[in-house]
């Protein structure tokens, strides 16, 4: 490859042809040694290597093109030069001692303003190295810190209200603004979100969550109420979302049960006197009527109403929108007007507890129970001859329990169970 001929730094200077920023007048050369020309290819490679971590390719490749703008170099600095060392407070970090790069820099490259690679007097101060810091002490150092969590003296924020007589465990974090009157008895790993609101002789299982807006163990909606002595339980592991409702029972010495691991969402409403399974699942709007029954996994989707005594079998699924005014057996498919639409069998399934043979027995069960049009009687003795499984015992059961509202029906026996008034009556 050959070689121009070197040139003094301020002789035989390219005229201008335009004032463009490309050609405008570059700040004297510094360099006192001899100047060799270096082509294109080299210099990008020697710019490559001694690329820093402060210089983005996109800096980098600004420069590449700048340079090809303005010709082989640019004004009065036209090779590579020797490294000054510097120990400028704005001096690049290329011309410290510590740099372990290439010990030439081409002064005929210009990068654009973000980097430190262009003249002296427009390179800016550098910020200053900060060590790398650990995962785990970055994310602490982000991430606030729950004073409630880590400081076992002060777990109640000093804005809420809480009754001299409640019991609270150590561990429990309790929000600002949050009333405690009564009785109350508060887990272990509890957490209470700002503005709820807990009264009575309420029990909250170990590892609850209640937030904003809740209302537990309140006075329960009923005439006859006087004041009598009554209780709310809440199971472990049990949440309760925003603006839900749950009331204690109305005779004395009764309960509203909540098993564990139970969903409650916003704006559900359990009334007095209500037994919830484990698992159950109450969804946004939905209303419960005082001693209403739900079994263990059951799910009650958006805007339901539970018509009061109703009794909802285990792993049963309620439609949004329907009215439960009847009860529903265990594994079926409710929507509309306490109908019986189909088995649960997907539910069942994905529990993981049920064999073929049980969800097959139960698919058997609706097609005898709800699609026929014989009277309700007579098809329950002829599910019970058919039982085989734990599965199909459960509903049998529950077909011949106490019932006060009587059992739900299909799509093709609606109108003949409408005549037959005593079906599912104990």
Not at 16 to 31: A, F, G, K, Q
Not at 253 to 261: K, N, V
Not at 300 to 322: K, N
């Amino acid at each position: 490859m050959t070689l121009r001929p070197p040139r003094s730094c301020r002789s035989e200077r390219p005229p201008l042809t335009s004032r463009t920023r490309s050609n405008m007048p570059r700040p004297p050369c510094r360099c006192d040694g001899p100047l060799t020309m270096r082509p294109f290819p080299r210099v990008r490679q020697r710019l490559q290597a001694r690329r820093s971590p402060y210089a983005p390719p996109s800096c980098i490749r600004a420069g590449l093109r700048r340079s090809r703008r303005i010709g082989p170099a640019a004004r009065n600095d036209w090779t590579a030069r020797p490294i000054q060392q510097s120990t400028d407070a704005g001096s690049s970090p290329t011309h410290c001692a510590e740099f372990k790069g290439p010990r030439h820099l081409c002064r005929g490259l210009f990068c654009c303003r973000r980097c430190t690679f262009s003249s002296p007097s427009r390179r800016r101060r550098m910020p200053q190295l900060v060590e790398p810091v650990a995962p785990d002490e970055r994310t602490a150092a982000i991430q606030p810190s729950n004073h409630a969590r880590e400081t076992a003296a002060m777990p109640i924020h000093p804005t809420a209200i809480i009754d001299p007589k409640a019991q609270i465990a150590k561990s429990a974090d309790i929000g600002p603004y949050v009333i405690i009157e009564g009785d109350v008895k508060i887990g272990e790993n509890v957490h209470v979100y700002p503005h709820a609101y807990l009264s009575g002789w309420t029990e909250i299982g170990d590892r609850c969550v209640i937030h904003p807006g809740a209302v537990i163990g309140h006075l329960p909606q009923d005439f006859h109420y006087t004041g009598e002595r009554s209780y709310c339980r809440i199971g472990a592991g049990t949440i309760v979302r925003e603006f839900a409702s749950i009331h204690r029972g109305t005779q004395p010495e009764s309960w509203t049960i909540l098993g564990q691991d139970c969903f409650i969402l916003g704006y559900a409403h359990i009334g007095h006197n209500c037994e919830l399974g484990n698992g159950v699942k109450l969804y946004n709007g939905s209303a419960v009527a005082g001693h209403a029954i739900i079994g263990d996994h059951a799910i009650v989707s958006g805007h339901v109403v539970v018509h009061q005594f109703a009794r909802i079998g285990e792993y049963t699924m309620i439609g949004g929108g329907s009215r439960v005014i009847k009860d529903i057996p265990p594994f079926m498919k409710v929507l509309g007007e306490s109908m019986c639409v189909a088995h649960n069998g997907l539910g069942m399934r994905r529990s993981g507890k049920f064999s073929t043979d049980e969800i097959n027995e139960v698919r058997s069960a609706y097609r005898i129970l709800f699609r026929s049009t014989q009277p309700f009687t007579r098809s329950i003795d002829a599910f019970a001859a058919t039982v085989r499984t734990a599965a199909g015992r459960r509903i049998l059961d529950f077909l011949r329990g106490p019932s006060k509202l009587g059992i739900a029906g299909g799509r093709k026996a609606a109108a003949l169970r409408e005549l037959d008034s005593g079906d599912g009556e104990a």
